[in-house]
Structures are given as structure tokens and as C-alpha cells.
């Protein structure tokens, strides 16, 4: 039986983590023990930080609709209970983007709210 010779596969290997740490300062970009290890260490910073982006990117919409709604005399946790009893199923990114962009539109949305509060 031939001998197998592993060079082509662990060269293959190593080209394809040196490729990821492209950019990487010092020997982390170049000497494969250091590469190996900065390349898995952004890659956990990344899944982390894709979760977190979600939860600030849901913070900054938070913090639209409040403001647009305390313009209207009303405070966020009103309104969210307001749009709630209105039966309106509009996510916070599309309300967050109305109150930027189409005030009117919005204004009619939290007269709806307002409406649908006992009071």
C-alpha cells in the first residue's frame, strides 16, 4: 500500500485562514499558529455582534417612536398598548420608519390609539 502524503490538503488549509486574516496587522496576518487563532476570535466577535445588532437596531426604533409620540401627547408604553387594542399589527422597524419619514401617516396611526385607550 502507497504512502499518502498530506502537504497538498494542510497547504489548502492554511491558505484559506491566511485568506481570512488578509488585513490582520503583525504576524497575524502571516504565521499560521497566530492567524488560526485571531481569524476564530473574529469570528466569535462576529456571531456575537450580528445578535446585538438586532437589539440596538430595535433600541433606535424604540427610541423613534417615542419621541414621535410624546410630539402627540402620548408616551411609548401607551401607545404600543394603544395600536394593540386598535388591532394594528405594524412591527416597530415600519412604525419607526413612518415617524421618520411620513409624519401625517403616523399621526393617523397614533389618533387611532389614542382612540382605542379606555379612558
Known sequence: MSRIKRGTTTRAKHKNILEQAKGYRGRRKNTIR???????????????????????????????????????????????????????????????DLAMNEGSVFSAIIAQAKAALPA
Open 34 to 96: 497566530v492567524a488560526r487563532q485571531a481569524v476564530e476570535k473574529a469570528g466569535q466577535y462576529a456571531y456575537r455582534d450580528r445578535k446585538a445588532k438586532k437589539r440596538t437596531f430595535r433600541a433606535l426604533w424604540i427610541q423613534r417612536i417615542n419621541a414621535a409620540v410624546r410630539a402627540e401627547g402620548l408616551t411609548y408604553s401607551q401607545f404600543i398598548n394603544g395600536i394593540k387594542l386598535a388591532g394594528i399589527e405594524l412591527d416597530r422597524k415600519a412604525m419607526a
